[in-house]
């Protein structure tokens, strides 16, 4: 059993700052690669960062020098920190993990219940 909580949305004014968190809890042997997802309102889900169990990281193009993804593997936590946003980065975002259950079994894909992100200009 494996629970995804992410924390940080909000409402904040174009051009400030947002930092998203969210934590693996129960029981696995291992997390492995972590992401941040956004769906904004008639658009498909899109992943937006992810980063791998040793720190390398991709980003789409439209969040490249304004969002930063980074991890901390002690508490099983993924961040996402968000400058400069922009009314298009408006939309619910949703934690991912790819989590091995049991050193036996393969890794598997966990979502979070998401969190809206609203910007105001």
């Known amino acids: 059993q494996v629970q995804l909580v992410e924390s940080g949305g909000g409402l904040v004014q174009a051009g400030g700052s947002l930092r998203l968190s969210c934590a693996a809890s129960?029981?696995?042997?291992?997390?492995?690669?972590m992401a941040w997802y956004r769906q904004a309102p008639g658009n498909q889900r899109e992943l937006v960062a992810e980063?791998?169990?040793?720190?390398?990281?991709i980003y789409i193009d439209s969040v490249k020098g304004r969002f930063t993804i980074s991890r901390d593997n002690a508490k099983n936590t993924v961040y996402l920190q968000m400058s400069s946003l922009k009314l298009e980065d408006v939309a619910v975002y949703y934690c991912?993990?790819?989590?091995?259950?049991?050193?036996?079994?393969?890794?598997?894909?966990?979502w979070g219940q998401g969190t809206q992100v609203t910007v105001s200009s």
């Open positions: 980063i791998s169990s040793d720190g390398n990281t």
């Open positions: 129960g029981s696995f042997h291992k997390v492995n690669a």
């Open positions: 991912s993990a790819d989590i091995k259950l049991h050193s036996y079994t393969p890794a598997y894909q966990h």
